[in-house]
């Protein structure tokens, strides 16, 4: 590279105090996911890389750093809940984390509400204002370049049910900001918030062309 960079090789080391990975790929949506194991124990726990990668039908998908107990679940049942995390529930989001025994319901470590879904057993949040209710589509063990499998596992669900709270639904168009989303940045404790204020809107060509 001739133009002046801070250039490195992840593979050899940052160099740097932290690791800027997820300061960069930031602010990341969160998926947290509700789960159910085959003995009937609920479970809750945030997952930050996390997106949506297909519209209809849509699929989401998250990554675990380890095979972390949502991810025995969902395996064992085929299903999961996404629920959005608001900033009035963000304390108790970041609570579910806490690495505690598969036996332990983060629902009752945090004082959270569980609630029956329509299309799968998995409870969700109630307190958050959308739920999406999940069947596992595919699962896979990430590798790295040369092949070699590591220990970092990405499950992929259908969304079959959503449920909005109504009052983010202003003459039926989803209001994201009202919402109040949190994201979650780099460090050990970076998250943010948004605001209509930082909204702008770009048309895409293909759409300026019709
Ligand atoms: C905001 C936030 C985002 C997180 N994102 C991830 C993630 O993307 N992948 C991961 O493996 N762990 C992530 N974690 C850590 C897990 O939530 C934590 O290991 C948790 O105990 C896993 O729970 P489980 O074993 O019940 O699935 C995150 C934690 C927080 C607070």
């Not at 947290?32 to 003995?39: D, F, G, N, Y």
């Not at 124990?41 to 039908?57: G, I, T």
């Not at 639904?169 to 930082?198: C, D, F, M, N």
Request: hydrophobic share 40%; with cysteine; aromatic share 8%.
């Amino acid at each position: 590279m001739s133009r002046q960079r801070y250039s490195y090789q992840p593979r050899v080391g940052h160099g740097l105090p932290h690791d800027p990975l997820n300061s960069i790929i930031a602010p990341r949506p969160i998926g947290w996911i509700s789960s159910l194991s085959a003995a009937g124990v609920r479970n809750l726990a945030p997952y930050s890389f996390f997106n949506c990668f297909n519209y209809q039908p849509p699929i989401i998908g998250f990554a675990s750093l380890g095979k972390k107990d949502s991810v025995r679940n969902i395996l064992e049942t085929g299903e999961f809940v996404w629920n959005l995390v608001t900033r009035p529930l963000a304390e108790a989001a970041n609570e579910s984390s806490a690495s505690v025994a598969q036996e332990v319901d983060e629902f009752a470590l945090t004082g959270l509400t569980p609630m029956t879904g329509d299309l799968v057993q998995a409870p969700l949040v109630a307190e958050s204002p959308v739920n999406f209710e999940c069947r596992l589509t595919q699962h896979l063990q990430l590798q790295n370049a040369d092949g070699v499998a590591l220990d970092s596992w990405l499950i992929l669900g259908e969304v079959v049910a959503v449920h909005i709270d109504p009052a983010l639904l202003e003459e039926g168009i989803y209001q994201t900001s009202k919402a109040q989303p949190v994201l979650r940045a780099g460090g050990p404790s970076a998250w943010y918030g948004i605001s209509e204020a930082e909204r702008f809107d770009l048309v895409r060509p293909d759409a300026r062309r019709k």
